[in-house]
Structure formats: C-alpha cells, structure tokens
C-alpha cells in the first residue's frame, strides 16, 4: 500500500500515541518539539489528511511551551495539551510538577486542572503537574498523569508518579494565595494509590502510569453486570527478591460526576505531607503477577500505553515472551492468564493502537507499519520494510479504521505519514 507523507516543513512534527485523528477523519492534531524529550514547541497544529494543509491551533506566549496534544471524540474538535508555565523562572520553570492541561477551542485555551499549592488544599485542585491528557471515548472526561509539587518540595522521593481524571463537575476556583495558583474548569482528582516504599511481594506500588481507558463503555463483571467507567495502568511493584517489576493494575471509577468529590478515607485534595487520595469507592486492582517469569514485567522499551479493546474485554500490552522478544499480549479486565497474541521472531517496536472493530491492532514490527489479527496473531505488513523503522511514538488507526497515522524521521526532522489499511 503506498504511504502518504503530510508533512515537510523543516522541523519536528510529533503525534501523540492516541486520539490524534479529528472525529470526521479529517485533521491530524500535532506539535512541534524539537524531539520527545525536549518541551521547548511553541504551536499546537493540524495537518488535513487529505491536502497537507496545515494550520496553527494555538501558540503559547510569554515564554511558556506546549506540547502532547490530543483531541477529543466528537464534533466541532476540542484539542487538549500540555502547557508549561508562563514567565519561567530559576523557581517555577517546566517540570514534571510544573505544568498543566489546557483545552483549546476555536483558538482559545482554558486551563482543565486547577492548581492550589497553599493549605489547606482545595478538593478538586491539583497540587502539581497534570501531563498526556486524553478523553474518554465517549468525551465526557479525560484521564492524566500527575507529579505533585508539595510532595516535591518536601521530598523529591515522596512525588510519586499517579494516575488522575478530570471530570466537568464544576469549575474549581481555589483562593490564590500564591501567584502560580489559577482556576480550572473540570474537578481533577487522583485515582491510583501509591507509597514510597512498596512491601515486596506485595500488590503496593510506587508508580503509576501510561493509563487508557477501559471500553467504550467499560467492562463486563463476572457476574454479567457492566462496569461503566475504569482506567488500566501500568504499576510498578516489588518482586520478593526486590526487582522492580512493572505490573498492569486496573481501577475502576465511580458512576456519577458528583460521585468523584466524595472523600475515601484520605482527603481528596492531600495533606502536607500526603498525597492527594482517590474518591470513595475507586478500587485499585493488580491484573498481572509476572515475578516468575524468565523475563518477568511488562516492556519498558518500547515504551507503550495500555490500550483497551472498544467492547472493553481485553487490555492489550507488551511484554517479553521466553526468548527475550518484545510481543503483544492481551488480558481480560477481571484478570485471568495473559494471552500472547505475535509469536513474531522481531519483535513489537512501537506503542500500538485497536482497529475500532476490535480485532485488530496496529504497531512497528520489523521496520514496517504492521496490522495484527488479534485472534490468530497472524501479522501483515502495510509498508515496506524501510532501513530505519517508523519513530516508535505514535501508531493510530484513523476513527473510521480507514487509515494509520504514524511518524517517520527524515533526515534530521520528524514527518508525518498516513498509510491506508486494506
């Protein structure tokens, strides 16, 4: 099949690994980092699909960077993005604990999550940094990493990697007694559990990361009932010999809005010393115990987001089988044994997306642009082999399944490319 390249300015186009495609098919939302690790773009951008025609969706200013853009499922397209902070300096400069989502709309971007870093807190404020914002499939809300300046500030060990959800509540408006707090429009609460020091051989974790969510309407229980809202994530836990071993958890989320401003038994917003809590009710559960393995956890390289089937009953990821090759396994949301789906003698070498019929998925595998059957594991190439794979950030089939968005380094700079699925 023969490969559309979109763009050919002479710099760095990056996609997000998910929900870069606009509803209608039309537009590729994008940024302009110099490379992943950088966060130095200025201009959160579109490509169409169709015409290469590009267009500026936002520009930062006074010396803030924005970056990580995703867009929602629905029409007219609602983009959201990291955004560092304004007039950086030698105190408040971008880091992790220092940065924000912003929902841009029509030009005009309005901050998703609040900030309020002076007790006492204030619930549904966050106390840091918010990062890789993406909505739900249905819209309504977004899911979001999160490093915490308080914990920070008091011990650099203490600010734990979480898992967080913005919900449209109501705005939250805390009292701004310093000048880096500001209003947000959605209630933003952490629903992963952490600690510092987890008990090995136990379900604890100290980190939690690259979440999807579960199902367009999440999953079906055992005992036939649906699960209306859950994220997956990624934890890392302590093997009984002390190894770090990456894990995938599960949370599963209240129902209703209103349902994520009620406290558990730690306070929503955090203490001094303690990090922000998840809502009553969110259950956090391990779906994977790979201490035993010849190559226990999950792969680190590539790095990968756990990413849901439509209908919410597998959660795919990467893992090493026995020979050391990185493949892609799927796992049912209740638990159960893993299910290796490639047995492929290269290997998995990207993060990876669902067809949205569910049955197929999408990734670099050998140098190519490669389509997966997920009920036979039979693998088939949409590109030639080229001598440099396809960068291994982004691999997206388009909403309608017609297309695959992913990015290709030419030269010195990062492309965009399309491919059709046939």
């Not at 439509?310 to 493949?327: T, W, Y």
């Not at 990876?352 to 019929?357: A, E, R, V, Y």
């Amino acid at each position: 099949m023969k490969e559309k390249q979109l763009t050919f300015a002479p710099r760095h186009h990056q996609l997000t690994n998910i929900n870069v495609w606009t509803a209608d098919c039309q537009w590729l939302a994008y940024d302009v980092r110099p490379n992943g690790a950088s966060f130095t773009g200025l201009t959160i951008e579109r490509v169409n699909a169709h015409s290469g025609v590009t267009e500026v969706l936002y520009q930062a200013r006074d010396g803030a960077h924005v970056g990580v853009v995703t867009v929602s499922p629905d029409l007219p397209p609602r983009y959201v993005c990291i955004h560092g902070p304004e007039h950086p300096d030698s105190q408040w400069k971008y880091d992790f604990h220092h940065r924000r989502g912003v929902i841009v709309q029509h030009g005009v971007a309005e901050n998703l999550d609040a900030c309020d870093i002076t007790p006492p807190f204030t619930a549904g404020a966050l106390r840091g940094g918010s990062h890789v914002h993406v909505f739900s499939p249905d819209g309504s809300r977004l899911s979001f990493t999160y490093n915490d300046h308080v914990m920070h500030e008091w011990d650099v060990a203490q600010d734990l990697r979480n898992v967080g959800v913005a919900v449209p509540l109501h705005a939250v408006c805390p009292p701004k007694q310093h000048p880096r707090e500001y209003d947000g429009s959605h209630y933003c609460v952490l629903v992963s559990r952490t600690t510092a020091s987890p008990q090995p051989g136990s379900d604890e974790i100290n980190r939690a990361y690259e979440e999807g969510w579960v199902g367009h309407q999440g999953y079906l229980r055992a005992d036939g009932s649906r699960q209306r809202w859950a994220l997956a994530f990624i934890g890392d836990t302590l093997a009984a010999s002390g190894e770090k071993v990456a894990e995938v958890f599960i949370v599963d989320l209240p129902e209703s809005n209103a349902a994520f401003a009620i406290a558990g038994d730690e306070p929503l917003e955090g203490r001094e010393h303690r990090l922000p809590a998840p809502p009553k009710g969110v259950q956090q559960r391990r779906l994977t115990f790979t201490a035993n393995r010849r190559f226990p956890g999950l792969a680190s390289t590539p790095r990968h987001w756990l990413r849901s089937s439509p209908d919410g009953s597998a959660i795919a990821f990467l893992m090493k089988d026995d020979a050391g090759v990185v493949q892609l396994w799927t796992l049912s949301p209740q638990g159960g044994e893993p299910v290796q789906i490639t047995r492929s003698q290269h290997g998995v070498q990207s993060a990876f997306s669902w067809h949205p019929d569910g049955q197929r998925l999408a990734f670099v595998c050998d140098n190519s642009i490669t389509v997966c059957d997920v009920t036979s594991g039979a693998l088939r190439r949409l590109t030639a082999r080229s001598e440099v794979a396809p960068a291994a950030d982004a691999v997206v089939f388009s909403p309608d399944g017609l297309s695959i968005a992913y990015l290709r380094d030419c030269g010195e700079y990062r492309q965009i490319f399309t491919v059709p699925v046939r």
